[in-house]
């Protein structure tokens, strides 16, 4: 009985990591492996007849689509990321993603979109990541990104955006955006006051650097408070964030670098303006010294501070005068001698009176007593050893003889035949079975024991 042809190792291991029931073939320009679907660069420009059912990830990207029907991918219910970047896409038709509600990750970016439609993203609920950066957009319809409820993130930069629907994003529809990118754009005057309404976490994330915004008062107010918060979007490309003065554009001003221009705006006081709080921890010893600073996110010349003590109370510069306790112009609070009842949570208040903003910063102070000193164990247990050893050697090499080495040699005991030792013989009932006397049984065991520390090569006549 003969057996056919075994199967390459390439097919075995394709097999293997198919999921059950992936009997479906793969398309001829396709590579599939495991859930993964790839078509990339394979001159397409249209979907291929059949797609497994069973793929999460499809990519289409780098070919020539120009276009996608009703229910493309209806076909594969499990499908939760769709890269088809760098294609021909000038428009999405109605109901492409009929039955994709699972898709959680969209790349559109580097195509031909002209407009983003109400109907593109309907029914992706699950979408977390939308990518359209690097199209032809001009407009994003009012209600283009309704019913993405659980959108992260959404990229429209390198785009020729002039308006965006901003009022449509609320903390009721978009929960979970976080980054809001709208960068090298064409948007010169923004509606501030929905701006102004974006959730806290969309505002932290929105990216507004490269476009051509027309300088005004309120526009250098939504900045001057983000640039305060820290957000990483105006902190991270400071230098390209700016406007033109009266929409010229050889007036173009770096307005994070220089204010002098909106000194006449009145700035809205941010009494609610979340700051930053460090957090530490000190451990000393009783009658130690203790400088606790107090650097908070206000970077202002003209602070002033104010610590609450566990053991004191309020501490100020000018309300607070003790020999061992100073309050330095630069809020550091200088304990001279720190007492055990010193211990407990400090809290130190920056003020920046002109701006009506303060911040704080804590510090948990912990004094111990000073204990009795202890042994080094480890010091102590090599020092031991070290003295072990010189004994040892002393008793080896400077024990005294008296009629030189050759003369204290004991002679051997005929009844004891150390000269056919043998470490695997030698046991306790053989040295028992021969009679000898009280001098040789010292010399016999202090022979043994030298045996034992690994000198069996040892000949007594030598």
Known sequence: MTSGPRPGPLL????????????????????????????????????????????????LSHNYFTWLYPG???????????????NQMASLGQEVFRNASGLRHLDLS????????????QGLWRLEELLLFNNKIAQVEDGALSGLSSLKKAYFSINEISSFPFSSIRDHSHPFLAMLDLSSNRMSRLPWEDVKALPGLAQRGLYLHNNSLICDCSMYSI????????????????DEHTCTIDGSPRAALRFLRRTRFFRNCTVEKAISLPVTVYLSHVVV??????????????????LSFRWLSPSMGPITETAFNDTLVDLLPN???????????DSGLYVCTAADAKRALNATREVNVTVLLPGPESFNTGFTTLTGCAITLVGILAYLFMTPCRCGCRCCRHPRSPAVSIATYDPDALTLASVLSHPVTEQHRMQTNRRVAFMDDGLTDWDPES
């Open 285 to 302: 010893t009783d009658g130690a010294r203790v400088r606790l600073d107090c650097k908070t996110s206000l970077r202002s010349p003209a």
């Open 110 to 121: 580097s195509n031909w979109l002209r407009l983003v439609e109400q109907h593109y993203f």
């Open 72 to 86: 493309s991918f209806q076909q594969m219910p499990r499908l939760e990321n769709l890269r088809m970047a760098h």
């Open 331 to 341: 809020g550091t609070l200088d304990i001279r001698a720190a007492r055990v009842n």
């Open 223 to 238: 900045f001057w408070h983000w640039n305060l918060r820290g957000y990483e979007p105006v902190r991270e490309f400071a």
């Open 12 to 59: 075995v291991l394709l097999l293997v990591l198919a999921p059950p029931g992936s009997e479906e073939a793969c398309p001829s320009v396709c590579l599939c492996v495991s859930d993964t679907v790839s078509c990339s660069s394979s001159g397409l420009t249209k979907l291929p007849l059949a797609l497994p059912s069973f793929s999460t990830t499809l990519d």
